[in-house]
């Protein structure tokens, strides 16, 4: 992952702007000529990166509530809730405060997929091997490449499947999650299925 990282700096406020710099930087990056962005005078210094996932990953990405409740909901069936935050990393618009449901969730290739899943099932759920992948200055130091999980085979026919008209997550996952919290005697696993559970109750 970090032969081909570059450093770079965004300022955008809305999801318009963030895309439009995030064109700006893929046009740089596979002409070659990105330069890693420098602290210079007043400009502030980088916050995100930017680099080339050549199938070495799997990376589901998720753009809205539903997507990422659905992908929280298969974490929790597939028993990965305890590695969470190895794995998963906020977005960059979810950073800057302008969508909270933008999340990475890292998972190693062991399929061999060789090509991109974008807007499954004209969904917001992206399935990303081989394409740029924008994180966050603070995401690349959580990740933990040997926690990355196993794509299970199962679990990838789940998110192929996906299709957010069909597949609201309900409200009893809530009471799920609060009942494995109330039980469960990991302080490691309880944070995690809290902080889970905060942004499934703030998202509504």
């Known amino acids: 992952m970090t ?6 700096y ?7 702007e963030i895309k439009e710099e995030k064109q700006k930087y893929a046009a740089s990056f596979n ?15 980088c916050n995100a990166f930017v680099y080339k996932n050549n199938k070495d990953y799997i990376i589901v990405d ?15 069936n597939y028993d990965l809730v305890d590695i969470t935050k190895h794995f998963m990393t906020r977005s960059i618009s979810n950073v800057r405060n302008i969508n909270k449901y933008k999340y990475h969730f890292y998972f190693k290739n062991n399929l061999n997929l060789e090509s991109n899943k974008i807007k499954i099932n004209a969904s917001n759920l992206d399935i990303l091997v081989n394409s740029l992948v ?25 998110l192929l499947k996906y299709n957010s008209s069909s597949n609201e997550i309900k409200e009893e996952i809530k009471e ?16 995690i299925l809290d902080c889970l559970l905060k942004i499934m109750i703030i998202g509504g």
């Open 3 to 8: 032969k081909n990282i570059k450093k770079i």
């Open 10 to 16: 965004f300022n955008g406020n809305n999801e318009t």
């Open 31 to 45: 002409a070659g000529t990105l330069n890693e962005y420098k602290k210079d005078g007043n400009l502030k210094a």
């Open 62 to 76: 998720t753009d809205d509530k539903t997507s990422f409740k659905y992908v929280v909901q298969l974490i929790k």
């Open 134 to 158: 924008f994180e966050s200055s603070d995401s690349l130091n959580i990740l933990n490449l040997e926690m990355f999980p196993d794509m299970n085979e199962q679990m990838y026919k789940e």
């Open 176 to 191: 799920e999650i609060k009942e494995e919290i109330k039980i469960n005697t990991d302080n490691k696993i309880k944070d």
